[in-house]
Structures are given as structure tokens and as C-alpha cells.
């Protein structure tokens, strides 16, 4: 070989073992996306790792998958406003992507924590009555997610009531007065109370430290049956034990639209599956990972609300629920 035609040989290797590394640097590396979590209930507590399992499949179904793609930034407020600010601004220090709450309360301080990160509510009460929105069609703003309209759906529950025990005059209602969503949905329960011909007491708290001063109203005010207006802090399983415990105790029937409620003991459940909302406010996180505004996310309502009944608490009770609200009901616990 003679000398130029090696030199020339031995510049194109040359050239091509320095484009090796720029090849491999040009293949498109995929993303890690991190995404923060504020809710109120406990790491620990049974109803939040059932709640955060299902926002991780729903995630895992859409392609992310946690140490590949995906960082997931819990935050759990323990019920603390003050706890939840410093989480909220911690979030936003990390530069999340998305914010993912998990009660009305979350929702609020996230929003005045940032308006720029994308915030998804996993559930929520009122969001336009409570300002977070400016309309379910086009939300505006940074937040979008899903509602339950729960000053909606806490009439339906006392009419429920009403129809599985017609003679009923008196109820209790126990609710979370430091949540200003359940202030509506307190005010919309009393309305369909006088329709009703019912009297409703209101057995109001603000922390779960208050909650013995609600059951010593209950029991003052002695009603026929119980009314629980379900919100992040009566889901909290020390809450919803001291309350399901009261209830029974003190041989109340009793509604509440959280599905373990009828599990537990209580009469009647009626609402949406609170886990199906937070696997699906990962299609949410899905769609902003990929672009899409919170501004013209629609706000999604649920279009399936469980009906349970617990027909061994109504026998025990001395209760004949009629046949026309056990045929309507998703399952009776017998």
C-alpha cells in the first residue's frame, strides 16, 4: 500500500470511529417525568395506598413505569394546612411536572403555590363554586381534573336515606365545616331536607380533635338516622373507624358516599369509586406530559356511582329495606 493511500485509509477510520460516539448521542433518549403527589391521607393509612396503587396502574397501562420513565414525588399533608403549604412550595422548588392532589383543600394551596405547573385534581367537591376553575367545560387557568360535584350528590344521599326508612323525621348530618366545600354540600342537604319533611341537625366539626363534640350533639339532638358527608378528612381511617363505630353503637342507619362505609357496618353507600378517579386522573398527566394545556382540559364527572346496601345491618336494625331500592343496588351485603 503505498504511503497516501495508507494516510488516506487511516483518516477514514479515523473519521468514522470519531462519528461512532456521536451516532449513539444522537439516538433520542426517553424522558423522566416527575410528577408530585399532595395528599392529605397518611402514607400508611389503608384507604391511601389503595387510592395511590390505582393512580400508579393507571400511569403503568399508559407507559410509565416509576425508576424508568417516571418519578413519583409523594407528599402526605397529614391533614396540616400549614404542612401542606411547605410540601406545595417543596414541589414546586423540584420543578414537577404535574401536581396531582387528592382533596379540596390540596387542591387551594397547590393553586396558590403555583400558576404554572400543571395541577390535576383527583377529586374534588365544587371546583367552580370553589374558584379553583371557571368552568367544568374550559377550566382556564392551571387546573383541570375530575368532580364529583359533591353539593349534588349529598342530597341524593339523604333522599336515599329517606326511600330505605320512610318514616324517618330526624337526621344528623356529620361534616367536615373547616372543608368550605361541605359548607355547600351541608347547605344543599338542608334544602332537600325541608322538601323532605325531615329536620336535619347539623353535627359539624373542624379537626378530627372536634369530632367527640359532634357525636355529644348527636346524641343530644337524639335522630333516627345519620347522614355522613364524606370528605378527606372523615376518610382518614382513624376518622372513618371512630365514626362507623359511633354509628353502630348507637343503632343509627346511616349513609355516606364512600363505598367502605357500607363494608364496615353502615346501612347504605352510594357514590363514586374513589379509586377509578385517581386511575383516571392519570390519563390527565398522560395528556399534559404530552402537551395538552390544564385550560382546555375539561373537568371529567363520574358517570358511575356504586349503590350498596347492607341488608345484615337493616335485619339487625329491625329495617325492611323495600325491593325497589335493592333492585337498583350494585350489591347487597347480606
Do not use: C
Not at 383543600?105 to 403555583?114: L, N, P
Not at 343530644?220 to 382513624?238: K, Y
Not at 347504605?268 to 386511575?279: C, E, H, K, V
Request: aromatic letters at 4%; a neutral charge.
Amino acid at each position: 500500500m503505498s504511503p497516501s493511500l495508507l494516510r488516506t485509509t487511516l483518516a477514514l477510520i479515523a473519521a468514522a470511529m470519531l462519528a461512532i460516539p456521536t451516532a449513539v448521542e444522537a439516538q433520542p433518549r426517553e424522558n423522566v417525568y416527575r410528577v408530585g403527589l399532595l395528599l392529605r391521607l397518611p402514607a400508611g393509612d389503608p384507604g391511601s395506598l389503595r387510592i395511590f396503587t390505582e393512580f400508579v396502574d393507571g400511569l403503568r397501562e399508559l407507559g410509565y413505569v416509576e425508576g424508568r420513565n417516571l418519578t413519583l414525588e409523594r407528599r402526605s399533608t397529614q391533614g396540616s394546612p400549614e404542612q401542606a403549604r411547605i410540601l406545595a412550595d417543596e414541589l414546586v422548588r423540584l420543578k414537577v411536572d404535574v401536581i396531582v392532589t387528592g382533596g379540596d383543600r390540596e387542591v387551594e394551596i397547590a393553586k396558590q403555590a403555583t400558576r404554572t405547573i400543571p395541577i390535576v385534581m383527583a377529586v374534588s367537591g365544587d371546583p367552580v363554586r370553589s374558584g379553583f376553575v371557571s368552568s367544568l367545560a374550559r377550566p382556564g387557568g392551571n387546573v383541570t381534573g375530575l368532580s364529583f360535584v359533591s353539593p349534588e350528590l349529598s342530597p341524593k344521599l339523604l333522599e336515599i336515606l329517606k326511600e330505605a326508612v320512610p318514616n324517618v323525621r330526624d337526621v344528623a348530618a356529620i361534616w367536615n365545616a373547616g372543608n368550605p366545600v361541605k359548607r355547600l354540600d351541608f347547605d344543599e342537604t338542608q334544602r332537600a331536607a325541608r322538601a323532605l319533611g325531615v329536620t336535619l341537625h347539623s353535627a359539624e366539626f373542624k379537626t378530627p380533635a372536634d369530632l367527640a363534640a359532634s357525636f355529644a350533639t348527636v346524641t343530644r339532638v337524639r335522630p333516627q338516622a345519620l347522614v355522613i358527608l364524606i370528605d378527606e378528612v372523615l376518610n382518614q381511617t382513624d376518622v372513618f373507624t371512630a365514626v362507623e363505630e359511633f354509628a353502630l353503637k348507637h343503632r343509627l342507619p346511616s349513609i355516606s358516599g364512600e363505598r367502605r362505609h357500607a363494608d364496615a357496618g353502615g346501612l347504605i353507600s352510594y357514590g363514586p369509586n374513589t379509586g377509578a378517579l385517581f386511575r383516571r386522573a392519570a390519563t390527565y398527566v398522560d395528556k399534559i406530559l404530552k402537551g395538552a394545556k390544564p385550560a382546555d382540559l375539561p373537568i371529567e364527572q363520574p358517570t358511575k356511582f356504586q349503590l350498596v346496601v347492607n341488608l345484615r345491618t337493616a335485619k339487625a336494625l329491625g329495617i325492611s329495606v323495600p325491593a325497589s331500592l335493592l333492585v337498583r343496588a350494585d350489591q347487597v351485603i347480606e
